[in-house]
């Protein structure tokens, strides 16, 4: 039987301890998406008292993984970038949402988009995937 993409994204987070220390919280997955939200906390904070770019960058990563990783093949990351486009401070509630643009044989292409809750854009993530011959 193959598994639905909330089964592996469920498998996922069942053994990643770094996304469950982040708190991140999946609210939806299908096809090539996933969309999540976690809130920022006191120990995701730099020395400039905004949040640390590898919080953002990790999360991102993570909605990634997921949404790459729901067609049923293990994927890995291939090439990833980000741009932080505005600051998050304690307290704020983000939204990551993750959309597969292109999906080839053995790789894809996904935009990453994390937003606050006025539904600004804080970070743009851009990620292609390697899909390697193993299943789920």
């Not at 039987?1 to 996304?19: L, W």
């Not at 939806?28 to 770019?53: E, Q, S, W």
């Not at 990563?61 to 990351?77: E, K, W, Y």
Request: glycine share 8%; proline share 2%; charged share 20%.
């Amino acid at each position: 039987m193959q598994k639905t993409p909330a089964d592996i994204t469920a498998q996922m987070m069942e053994n990643d301890r770094f996304s469950n220390w982040l708190g991140l919280q999946i609210d939806a997955t299908g096809p090539g998406y996933c969309k999540l939200h976690y809130r920022i906390t006191a120990d995701m904070i730099n020395g400039f008292h905004i949040v640390h770019g590898g919080v953002l960058f990790s999360a991102a990563d993570s909605a990634f993984a997921f949404a790459c990783n729901s067609h049923g093949i293990l994927s890995v990351a291939q090439d990833v970038s980000i741009t932080f486009t505005k600051p998050a401070r304690v307290g704020d509630l983000l939204t990551v949402e993750a959309r597969e643009l292109y999906l080839g044989n053995k790789t894809g292409l996904y935009e990453v988009r994390t937003t606050n809750e006025a539904g600004e854009l804080v970070a743009f993530f851009k990620g292609s995937s390697f899909r390697t011959s193993q299943t789920w």
